[in-house]
């Protein structure tokens, strides 16, 4: 049971090197992979992909774990030099370029698939609506639906070819908020069909595509579906919209359950994330929470049969789609050094085409 409820969560490291708990955690089977910030890669690119590697050798051998980062340009980068420098989504979706697009991420991802990484949690899939928006702004492709599901699917298809798993966020849209939900809970107060329209428009779009492993909830309230509790939490959107209505047979992410828009404890929003539709919980910083998230997890299934079947299902669901991206061998200097190289130059051309050249 402690492996099966393992397998849905994935968490933050402490430092640049895993710890001994945080190794015995992975072997025991009772985390399903880890995502990466700016406090794990200070030690520059060789000290991040022998951490990324050690997380790889500690993971039983029949559940290659999930190595995510955030990389998705602009003001959002965990990685710096000599990684290809990323610019705001919203100047790609300016360009509206698929070609394009496609090729700059299939370059960026290139560069984190050498590196260990096997997900980016990338495209972004929000339409951005709302000027005071403090979160999103150019993170998103767009202000229009076409438009973001279009490079965004550029987006998400660049990754794949160069070797990672795409997760498309925030479902079923963040892009009409005033309030950060790392620090607050958002309402969204649109009409059901403004927002089948507008919000989540590109969701649909990618719902079906090959290349969207993953979406990643909203913990944002949305009125005219849940008045009563946030995305992550509400079996309305992640089961009735996302699986019933959209058709999405991928995985499930949460987004952190230790953001403030959760305002319940992480053990108890673990399980009503689960029971609501979330395949994979994300618990980034505190090793102490994601402990209490495992735990209450593993207590729930043993007191329930129902509940078990459902981490039954999102456990296969996670592994399956690990499974995608097994873990690779570290490359040579030589092939680092080709792999940069065609980031930089794909850096030069994306910089022309963005000032304006042709």
């Known amino acids: 049971m402690s492996a099966l409820c393992g397998q849905m969560l994935v968490v933050g490291?402490?430092?640049?090197?895993?710890?001994?708990?945080?190794?015995?955690?992975?072997?025991?089977?009772?985390?399903?992979?880890?995502v990466l910030f700016r406090r794990n890669v200070t030690g520059g690119i060789a000290a991040t992909a022998a951490l990324t590697r050690a997380v790889a050798r500690a993971a039983p051998a029949d559940s290659p774990p999930l190595v995510a980062v955030d990389q998705e340009g602009g003001r959002v980068m965990r990685l710096g030099p000599p990684l290809m420098p990323l610019p705001p989504m919203r100047r790609l979706g300016d360009l509206d370029d698929v070609a394009l697009t496609t090729r700059v991420a299939e370059?960026?991802?290139?560069?984190l698939a050498a590196l260990g990484f096997t997900m980016s949690f990338a495209p972004v899939a929000d339409v951005h609506t709302r000027d005071e928006n403090p979160i999103i702004g150019d993170r998103a492709f767009g202000t229009t639906p076409e438009r973001v599901a279009r490079i965004?699917?550029?987006?998400?298809?660049?990754?794949?070819?160069?070797?990672?798993?795409?997760?498309?966020?925030h479902f079923p849209g963040h892009g009409d908020t005033t309030v950060d939900s790392h620090l607050g809970l958002p309402r969204v107060d649109r009409p059901r069909a403004e927002l089948d329209a507008i919000e989540i428009a590109p969701?649909?779009?990618?719902?079906?595509?090959?290349?969207?492993?993953?979406?990643?909830?909203?913990?944002?309230?949305?009125?005219?579906?849940?008045?009563?509790?946030?995305?992550?939490?509400?079996?309305?959107i992640c089961r009735d919209l996302l699986r019933a209505d959209l058709g999405f047979e991928g995985v499930l992410f949460s987004d952190d359950l230790e953001m403030?828009?959760?305002?319940?404890?992480?053990?108890?929003?673990?399980?009503?994330?689960v029971l609501a539709g979330c395949?994979?919980?994300?618990?980034?910083?505190?090793?102490e929470l994601a402990a209490?998230?495992?735990e209450a997890l593993v207590r729930e299934a043993e007191n329930s049969g129902a509940f078990r079947a459902r981490c039954e299902e999102a456990a296969a669901r996670s592994l399956a789609m690990r499974r995608r991206v097994p873990p690779r061998p570290a490359p040579d200097d030589a092939t680092l050094a080709r792999t940069l190289d065609e980031g930089a130059r794909m850096v030069f051309e994306l910089t022309r085409r963005l000032s304006g050249e042709p």
């Open 13 to 34: 490291l402490e430092g640049t090197e895993l710890t001994s708990a945080e190794e015995r955690a992975l072997a025991a089977g009772e985390r399903g992979g880890v």
């Open 107 to 111: 370059a960026h991802a290139r560069e």
């Open 152 to 169: 965004a699917g550029a987006w998400a298809a660049g990754l794949v070819r160069g070797g990672l798993l795409a997760c498309a966020k």
């Open 203 to 236: 969701f649909r779009a990618l719902a079906k595509s090959p290349d969207i492993a993953a979406m990643m909830s909203a913990h944002v309230v949305y009125t005219a579906i849940d008045a009563d509790q946030p995305a992550t939490l509400s079996p309305a």
């Open 260 to 273: 403030k828009a959760i305002a319940v404890p992480v053990s108890e929003a673990a399980v009503r994330a």
């Open 279 to 287: 395949d994979v919980l994300l618990v980034c910083s505190r090793a």
């Open 292 to 294: 209490e998230a495992h």
